[in-house]
């Protein structure tokens, strides 16, 4: 009976002692075992938000926990990423973030988190072209005709984007250059608020994803001018690429990833991949993503992270030739 108890307690013990060195092992078994915030570091109704808010319920839906969305807009997406960035690394708090994250690194000055060390990359979400929409008042039908019209009317066009430094702003500069216009940029705190102020007459045009333009251009109060893509896009087969609307060479694509503070357990983060996976199977995201005119994410970690590093690399290149600061 003795000789029974002894091995069977250090069994215990061991056991223990196993849970009490490894307490990662033990939180992400248990791991989600309340809700999840998700940090969209944009105002509402812009591209991320768009792409936000059906993800985060088919997530609920996934786990058996509520995902809940925090919008936290200001300074490109930047603020919102700095409280993931400074985050507990429990699992519980991830940053929907997108491209503009991958141009800040090079725009900003300086930024209070390094994207690359203080944040750990999941997967990515979605990926959809840029359009050219314009106020419906606007002269202009064709890109070719919108263009002429920036150039007669010089000063007195402007361009909304969802802030300093991010890629719509860099695109309306890049698309100056290219077409010898001048239109003026007007930061927002996010594209839904440069969206709304283009159907209020605010501002000219918009540089914006065609995902969150999608309802404005199906109501008739935006026009697309242009994807800057190289195919047409399936879900607005009548919106020419910039190519046949006379500007080749000009792409943009917008892109949307989920990022843990760095430190988060691996097998969490492995776990959120995989869920993130298995919902873009499902046939009701699927769709959403299609009318949305963009294709579905869900790539392994690493992929994603190689990803990511090509796009800092790359927009480093746009920031640095168009010698672009942001304090």
């Given amino acids: 009976m003795t000789m029974e108890k002894g091995p069977a307690r250090r069994a215990v013990m061991a056991g223990a002692a196993a849970s009490w060195l490894l307490p990662g092992v033990v939180r992400a078994q248990a791991w989600p075992g309340r809700a999840i915030t998700l940090v969209v570091p944009f105002a509402p109704g812009g591209g991320t938000d768009t792409f936000a808010r059906p993800f985060a319920a088919k997530l609920s839906q996934e786990f058996g926990q509520q995902v809940v969305i925090d919008n936290r807009a200001g300074a490109g997406g930047t603020v919102g990423a700095a409280i ?31 994207l690359q060390k203080d944040l750990a990359p999941v997967t990515s979400v979605a990926s959809v072209p840029d359009v050219l929409v314009i106020y419906p ?25 969802a802030g300093l430094g991010t890629t719509r702003h860099l695109a309306g500069e890049i698309f100056n250059a290219m077409t010898g216009t001048a239109m003026t940029h007007v930061p927002y705190k996010g594209s839904g608020p440069a969206t709304a102020a283009l159907i209020n007459g605010e501002v000219t045009a918009v540089f914006e994803g065609l995902g969150s333009a999608a309802p404005y251009i199906r109501s008739g109060k935006a026009r697309a ?21 006379g500007l080749p060479g000009f792409e943009s694509l917008s892109w949307y990833g989920l990022w843990a503070p760095a430190g988060t357990d691996p097998t969490i983060i492995a776990r959120m ?35 990511v590093a090509e796009e800092i690399k790359k927009w480093g290149k746009v920031v640095r030739d168009g010698n672009i600061t942001i304090e």
């Fill in 84 to 114: 993931v960035a400074k985050a507990k690394p429990d699992g519980y708090t991830f940053l929907l973030g997108s491209v503009h994250h991958a141009v800040a690194v090079t725009a900003y000055k300086q930024l209070p988190y390094d």
């Fill in 137 to 161: 008042g606007t002269p202009a039908n064709t890109l070719r005709e919108f263009i002429a019209y920036c150039k007669a009317n010089p000063g007195k066009t402007n361009y909304g984007s």
């Fill in 225 to 245: 001018l242009a994807v800057f893509s190289a195919e047409r896009s399936p879900a607005f087969p009548d919106i020419p690429t910039a190519a046949e609307a």
């Fill in 273 to 307: 991949q995989a869920a993130v996976e298995k919902a873009f199977s499902s046939a009701d995201l699927k769709k959403a993503w299609f009318e949305q005119g963009a294709a579905p994410g869900g790539a392994s970690t690493a992929r994603f992270a190689a990803f």
